[in-house]
């Protein structure tokens, strides 16, 4: 079957699909989600031609996983999205039964490049994974693409694991490099030869790191970030790069992500540079149960910032604000024990600012999804041991007013703390519509409430589908 056919029939089962995907209540609606299917991991994110493009992991004939194609979305202001037609089919020959992680490129001739991994996928229990780097020939406007005469792209290293994957490709000293992970030794270093993108030459390896979806980038023409997913929850790590040696030389590192991994996580990054220089991070969220019709979304567009002190930070895009409408407010000041309901619903999409201190209470915090019987379906606190959301645990100091921005989406909530200092997601599976009352509570003691903003987002008729 070729490229246009498999397309053309992947396009066919999302219309089929979409009803029942977008008439979910539990569907988010300013976190981006594919019409309907599975998404994955972000792949190719670029602006390009005035667009941010959004390409992903994705298959549209079930809200499960299954061979990958590559979705794909633009959008002028992140905020947006328009949905193109699916951008690469895996051939189903044995070697291309999915087309895996990658990213887009523009050669010294303008003309689009998407460098993806081609996954042969294991047709029985001893049959081991094989993976191989291929490339995809795009037009100016990167609808349509067209798979190299000449894959494989790049050639791998017997040493290496078969199941090397999840190209990325990045810029330092005029040149041009692209790292591989999982291949077992390390994160290989390859150095274009030419502006065609289409010949590379191995320089060693990067760094020990070995991981899932390894991204390599600047940030604000300084140090360099590295972020890998480990089978495990995010971890990023800052340091310099030799172009000449081909190394990355650590000099700080920590945990990115802080969900309740295999509950929920934002996993999976993937990197651009913005028009205005900014580095905007994306991520992947999972964590739904299949029967919706559609299955994972994006977590909200990240700002990469480094502190002084060299550790990361990513809160969300500036343009976040844009979403807001009716806000309420609610004066600081000492919290009592007991419950305080707030006089007002944000709905089912709001972004939620607190900064509260535990002061002399054993914990103090939010009840959300408040039922109009009583009760929480979730809550988000802090105690001697750190912010508590359902479960999760960012371990810091509350002795003094911890930094809160909520996020909440249906059945998704996306925790920064501390200017995105710490980040966490969690997914709410026993989501319940209607459930949308908050209120504070402090317990065995009183609190310290240094300020509280809620703001609804997406309130227009047609609220901004991602």
């Known amino acids: 079957m070729n490229l246009t056919t498999s397309i053309e029939n992947a396009m066919q089962a999302l219309a089929a699909a979409a009803p029942q995907a977008q008439a979910d209540p539990a569907r988010p609606h300013y976190h981006f989600t594919a019409p309907a299917g599975w998404l994955n991991d972000p792949n190719g994110t670029i602006f390009h031609q005035g667009w941010y493009h959004l390409f992903y992991q994705h298959h549209p004939y079930s809200d499960s996983w299954g061979p990958m194609h590559w979705g794909h979305a633009r959008s002028r202001d992140l905020l947006h999205w328009e949905h193109l037609p699916v951008a690469l089919a895996p051939a189903m020959d044995g070697i291309e039964n999915g087309v895996w992680s990658g990213c887009i490129a523009v050669d010294d001739a303008g003309n689009p490049l998407a460098i993806y991994t081609a996954a042969s996928m294991p047709g029985a229990p001893d049959v081991p994974l094989a993976c191989q780097q291929f490339a995809a020939l795009g037009s100016p406007d990167l609808l349509t693409w067209e798979k190299w005469a000449g894959n494989p792209l790049l050639q791998r290293d017997p040493a290496w694991r078969a199941e090397w994957r999840d190209p990325f490709l990045f810029q330092a000293a005029g040149r041009t490099f692209l790292v591989v992970g999982m291949c077992g030794p390390g994160t290989p270093l390859f150095e274009a030869l030419d502006g065609s993108l289409l010949r590379w030459a191995y320089r060693g390896l990067l760094c020990a790191i070995d991981a899932e979806c390894p991204n390599f980038f600047q940030v604000d023409g300084g140090q360099w970030v590295f972020l890998s997913s480990p089978f495990h929850n995010v971890r990023w790590a800052v340091g310099s790069f030799d172009a000449d040696a081909g190394r990355f030389t650590i000099e700080h590192e920590g945990r990115y992500d802080w969900s309740e991994f295999g509950h929920s996580d934002a996993y999976a990054t993937n990197h651009l540079y913005a028009p205005d220089g900014r580095s905007i991070l994306f991520a992947w969220i999972r964590g739904w149960d299949t029967g919706h019709g559609w299955n994972g979304c994006m977590a909200l567009p990240r700002e990469v910032h480094l502190a002084a002190d060299g550790t ?63 009760g929480w379906a979730s809550a988000l606190w802090l105690d001697a041991e750190g912010v508590h959301l359902d479960g999760v645990l960012i371990p810091l100091s509350a002795a003094q007013p911890v930094d809160v921005r909520l996020f909440v989406d249906h059945s998704v909530a996306e925790l920064f703390v501390n200017q995105g200092q710490y980040c966490a997601v969690r997914v709410c599976k026993d989501y319940r519509a209607g459930e949308t009352g908050i209120e504070l509570f402090s317990e065995s003691g009183t609190a310290v409430l240094d300020g509280l903003e809620l703001y609804r987002l997406g309130e227009t008729a047609n609220p901004p589908r991602w």
């Open 312 to 374: 990361l930070r990513t809160p969300p895009i500036a343009e976040i604000a844009q979403l807001r409408g009716t806000a309420f407010t609610h004066p600081a000041g000492r919290l009592p024990a007991g419950r305080t309901p707030l006089a007002f619903d944000p709905g089912e999409q709001y972004e939620l600012h607190l900064r509260l201190a535990c002061g002399g209470a054993a914990r103090a915090g939010i009840g959300l999804r408040c039922a109009a019987a009583g």
